[in-house]
């Protein structure tokens, strides 16, 4: 390895470590906070290309906001950065799950983070709409795309599902641009994008069955191939990770009651990092350490494979004019999808006047300042403690 990948690996390292650290607040925090870094701080990317991986990442399954980090990574050191910023960015998130989880299984209780939340959602709100603001451009390109952003966000507000959003939006901009003769291809592909796992789940769902049905108890292998399936299968929200592992875990296999589950799904929730290390509670609950450690890495494992699928196809998804077209309604789909969610966000964030000043201010500073966002993330969470003490 030359000095020059050895420098980049260093780089996404470090930085995809302190992303795992202080990234707070749900995937759109986290695309926020790599936006800022990736390409305002460190140029590695334009905000065209920065979305391209947004809308790329949104139609393959898993989390979302893990995927754009291990494709990031890629981008910058290569296959040892998809592994590294990969890695680096779950295990923190998966050490404090691991930790807490240790904690409950001996007290029944789940440390209270509400202080620190009320003091650091402001902030990703803050963050976020700076994000949001700077993105616009790469995302709406045009009345047509403009439409579908609106559309998207507004449709999801009453429910429809998140992947036919997206599909929907791809579709409507490679009719509006007069791709009618490759409509027909663009279809079978976009059907294709989101299910082009389905011969693996198929094995994994098989796996997974035959096991629990031969094994009353624990299995490891079980546990493993479950979560491996999960990670494979999964698209939308923590709303969505909650009904898979309710089907698998509550009724299929028997191992949690519904309030295990629900505080597994909210510590995956309130710790940095990816939702989907609720997977790392609930190895811990059902087969401890090792449990923690089979569970994390099957429900990750799609998600670094699937990656670098995608690392080969995107250029040429890029240079195909129907494909592009397609993209680029993705992307503005992705772009209102990140909106209603900010939205909901704000909702839970700015709960007072001292929440709004919170989230205006970081704003502010993300806006006028290149203060690292570490400080301003513990900034955050130093002030809600502080402020709930002082109440």
């Known amino acids: 390895m030359t000095r020059t ?25 986290h695309i926020a906070m790599m936006r800022e870094e990736v390409v305002r701080r460190r140029k590695w990317a334009t905000d065209d290309e920065f979305m391209d991986l947004v809308g790329a990442t949104a139609v393959i399954p898993g989390p979302n906001s893990t995927e754009l980090a291990i494709h990031l990574s890629h981008r910058r050191a290569g296959w040892p950065g998809l592994l590294i910023g990969g890695f680096l960015f779950i295990i923190p998130a998966a050490l404090s799950v ?10 029944g209780t789940t440390p209270e983070l509400g202080w620190v939340l009320y003091g650091v959602k402001p902030v990703a709100i803050g963050i976020i709409a700076f994000a949001l603001l700077g993105l616009l451009k790469s995302a709406i390109r045009g009345p047509a795309t403009g439409v579908v952003g609106v559309g998207v966000a507004v449709l999801f507000f009453i429910g429809v599902n998140e992947i036919a959003l997206l599909a929907a939006g791809g579709l409507l901009i490679v009719i509006v641009r007069r791709e009618i003769f490759h409509a027909g291809r663009f279809a079978t592909g976009l059907v294709a994008a989101p299910t082009f796992a389905l011969p693996f789940i198929g094995s994994f769902q098989a796996a997974a069955s035959a096991v629990s049905g031969a094994i009353a108890g624990y ?61 790392t509670f609930i190895g811990y609950l059902t087969g401890s350490w090792t449990g923690a450690f089979l569970a ?3 429900i990750f494992l799609p998600s670094f494979v699937f990656v670098a699928f995608l690392g080969k196809i995107l250029p040429l998804v890029q240079r195909t004019p129907w494909a592009r077209a397609a993209l680029d309604g993705v992307n503005a789909a992705s772009f209102g999808l990140m909106a209603a969610v900010s939205v909901r966000l704000f909702d839970s964030a700015v709960v007072d006047p001292f929440t709004g000043v919170m989230a205006a201010a970081s704003f502010l500073i993300v806006w006028r300042t290149g203060l690292n966002l570490a400080w301003l993330v513990l900034g955050g969470a130093a002030l809600g403690v502080g402020w709930n003490n002082f109440m």
């Open 219 to 279: 299995s490891a292998v079980t546990l493993f191939f479950t979560f491996l399936k999960i990670g494979a299968v999964l698209y939308g929200s923590g709303y969505v990770l909650f009904a898979y592992l309710n089907a698998d875990f509550v009724v299929r296999l028997g191992w949690l009651t519904d309030r295990e589950l629900l505080d597994a799904v909210a510590i995956g929730q309130i710790t940095p990092g990816p939702v989907f290390t609720t997977a």
């Open 5 to 29: 990948k050895n420098t980049a690996l260093g780089e996404v390292a470090r930085l995809f470590l302190k992303l795992g650290l202080i990234a707070f607040g749900g995937p759109a925090a």
């Open 296 to 298: 994390t890495i099957a």
């Open 98 to 107: 691991l930790a807490i989880a240790w904690a409950y299984e001996r007290w």
